[in-house]
C-alpha cells in the first residue's frame, strides 16, 4: 500500500514576516530550521513566503504538502527526522511577478532573504559590480516586472517608498564574500539607474547585513526520498537532507531591529562577520572546489568517497596549510581545530554530495573561494602548489572532457566560452583561460601564469591523483 502524503495536519501557519528569494534545498535545510527554532524559542510572526526563480518544481511538490517537508539529518550513527512548519507558500515568479512584487510590498513583510547561487546577483564576480550587459539587468531597467533578484527587491522597495512603508532587511545567504555590502551596491547600482531617488532612500533606509552561512545540503535525489518515506512512514515529494552542522554568523543589523530571535536558535549575532565568511569561504568552499575538480577528474563520485582516498586526504591538509597564513581567525577560534572539523565533515559516508555538483558555477566561485588567497600568499611570497593545482583541475574539467577521454556535462554560465578557449596543449589552455577577465583580474592572472602553468603540465602529464600526490609535501 502507498504511503499517506506527508501535509502539515493541524498546525497552523505562522503568519508571514519572511519572503525568501530562490527556495532550494540549502535554505529549507538552513534558514527554515533557524526560523522554525527560533519561533519554537520566543515566538513572533516569522512565517516564510518562498520564491523560486526559476522552475516550479518545488512548488508543485510541496503544495499537497501543505508547504510542509522533512528535515533529515544524516549524523554517521544514523538519521533523524523532522517535519518542518514555517512555509506559508511558494511563489513561482516567472509564473506571476506581480503576486511577488505584491507580497514583498506586504507591510508585514520584514526580511527578505536570499539564497541565489552567486550567479544570481548578475554582477562581475572580478569586480563584484552589476553587469548592466546582463539580459535579465537590460530587462528589469525597462520593464516593471522584473526577472532577475536586485530587480525584484529594487522594484519591491520601490512600491514600499510609493505606499509611506519602511524597506524589508536585505538578508543575502550567499557564499560570497562582503556578501551584505555586495549586495547592497548591487541594489543601489540598479535603483539609481531606475530613480536617484529611490537609490538614496534605500542608502539611507535600507539594511544589509553580511551573513556567514554553513550546513553541507547535497541536492535531493529519488533515493533519498524513497529513505524518507521508510524512515517515517509519510511519502514526501521534496524532503531536504543534510549535516548535523550548521552555523550561522548575522551581523547584527537590521531595519527597526526586526528579525526572529536567531540566537535561540543557535546562530551567532556579531558586529563584523568578515573573518567568519573568510575562514568559511576560503577554508570549506575553496578545498570544496579543489576536491570537487581533481576528486571528479580522478573519479570520485562524491566528497567523502574522495577524502577516503589517502592521496587526497594528505591533499585536503596540504591544502589548508596553505589557506590558513591567508585567513585571519575570528576572535576564539583555532585554524587547525576548524580544519580538523571539516576534514570529519568531509568524511561523513552518509552524506553523498557529489564532485559534479559541487564543480558546478566554477567561474562564479573561483575568485573569493581560491583566488584570494591566492593573491595574498603571491604577495607574501608564500608558495601554493595544491591551490594553483586546484586552479588548473578547474581548467581541464571545463576544458569539458574527463581523463578517460569521456566527455563532462559542464554547467557554469561562461561554460561554452571556457570550452571554446580550451585548446590543444595546457600551457596554452592556462593563457587562455587566465584571460577570461570575468574571473581573473589582469594582475592576478600576470602573477599566475607560471606557476598555473606548472601545475597544468603535471596535472594533463600525470593525472589528478598523481599530480596532487606530488603537489602534498
Ligand atoms: C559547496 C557549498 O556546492 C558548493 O559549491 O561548496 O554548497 C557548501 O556545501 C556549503 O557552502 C556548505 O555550507
Not at 539611507?204 to 521508510?230: C, L, N, Q, Y
Not at 600576470?446 to 602534498?472: C, E, F, I, M
Request: aromatic letters at 6%; hydrophobic letters at 45%.
Amino acid at each position: 500500500m502507498p504511503a499517506e502524503r506527508l501535509t502539515r495536519g493541524v498546525t497552523t501557519a505562522p503568519s508571514t514576516g519572511i519572503v525568501h528569494l530562490g527556495l532550494g534545498a540549502f535554505f529549507r535545510a538552513f534558514g527554515c530550521v533557524y526560523v522554525a527554532d527560533a519561533m519554537q524559542a520566543s515566538g513572533g510572526n516569522w512565517g516564510i513566503v518562498g520564491v523560486s526563480l526559476r522552475n516550479p518544481n518545488t512548488r508543485d511538490a510541496l503544495r499537497p504538502q501543505q508547504w510542509a517537508y522533512t528535515s533529515v539529518t544524516l549524523a554517521p550513527d544514523g538519521p533523524q527526522t523532522r517535519t518542518i512548519n514555517v512555509l506559508n507558500n511558494v511563489l513561482v515568479a516567472p509564473e506571476d511577478p506581480e503576486a511577488v512584487l505584491a507580497t514583498m510590498a506586504d507591510p508585514a513583510v520584514k526580511v527578505v532573504s536570499l539564497t541565489v547561487t552567486e550567479k544570481g546577483y548578475c554582477h562581475n564576480p572580478a569586480t563584484g559590480a552589476l553587469n548592466f550587459d546582463h539580459p535579465d539587468i537590460v530587462h528589469d531597467l525597462s520593464h516593471d516586472l522584473p526577472r532577475s533578484a536586485p530587480g525584484y527587491i529594487v522594484r519591491a522597495l520601490q512600491r514600499r517608498r510609493v505606499a509611506g512603508v519602511a524597506p524589508f532587511t536585505v538578508l543575502t545567504c550567499d557564499n560570497l564574500p562582503n556578501n551584505g555590502p555586495l549586495v547592497r551596491n548591487i541594489v543601489l547600482d540598479l535603483a539609481r539607474r531606475i530613480d536617484p531617488q529611490l537609490a538614496d532612500w534605500i542608502a539611507a533606509e535600507g539594511r544589509f547585513p553580511a551573513t556567514m552561512v554553513d550546513r553541507i545540503t547535497p541536492a535531493t535525489t529519488d533515493a533519498d526520498i524513497a529513505s524518507v518515506e521508510r524512515l517515517t512512514g509519510s511519502y514526501d515529494a521534496a524532503p531536504v537532507m543534510h549535516e548535523p552542522f550548521r552555523q550561522w554568523a548575522v551581523q547584527d543589523d537590521f531595519v527597526n531591529g526586526d528579525r526572529p530571535d536567531l540566537a535561540a536558535a543557535g546562530a551567532q549575532l556579531v558586529d563584523n562577520v568578515t573573518a567568519f565568511e573568510d575562514m568559511k569561504l576560503r577554508m570549506l568552499n575553496g578545498t570544496h572546489s579543489a576536491l570537487a575538480y581533481l576528486g571528479y577528474l580522478s573519479g570520485h563520485e562524491t566528497i567523502s568517497d574522495t577524502v577516503a582516498d589517502p592521496v587526497f586526504a594528505a591533499y585536503v591538509r596540504q591544502c589548508w596549510s596553505e589557506i590558513i597564513p591567508a585567513v585571519d581567525a575570528p576572535d576564539g577560534v583555532s585554524l587547525s581545530a576548524y580544519a580538523d572539523a571539516l576534514f570529519d565533515r568531509y568524511s561523513n559516508p552518509a552524506i553523498r554530495h557529489r564532485t559534479w555538483q559541487i564543480a558546478m558555477d566554477g567561474s562564479q566561485k573561483l575568485p573569493q573561494r581560491l583566488l584570494g588567497t591566492l593573491r595574498e600568499n603571491l604577495a607574501a611570497g608564500r608558495d601554493s602548489p595544491a591551490l594553483c593545482l586546484a586552479v588548473a583541475g578547474w581548467m581541464r574539467y571545463v576544458a569539458g572532457t574527463d581523463e578517460a577521454g569521456a566527455p563532462i556535462d559542464v554547467r557554469d554560465p561562461l561554460a561554452d566560452l571556457l570550452r571554446d578557449r580550451a585548446t590543444d596543449t595546457p600551457a596554452r589552455t592556462v593563457a587562455a583561460l587566465l584571460a577570461v577577465p570575468q574571473v581573473f583580474p589582469a594582475d592576478l592572472a600576470t602573477h599566475l601564469a607560471g606557476p598555473v602553468t606548472d601545475a597544468a603540465a603535471l596535472l594533463w602529464s600525470k593525472g589528478a591523483r598523481v599530480a596532487a600526490h606530488q603537489v602534498t609535501s
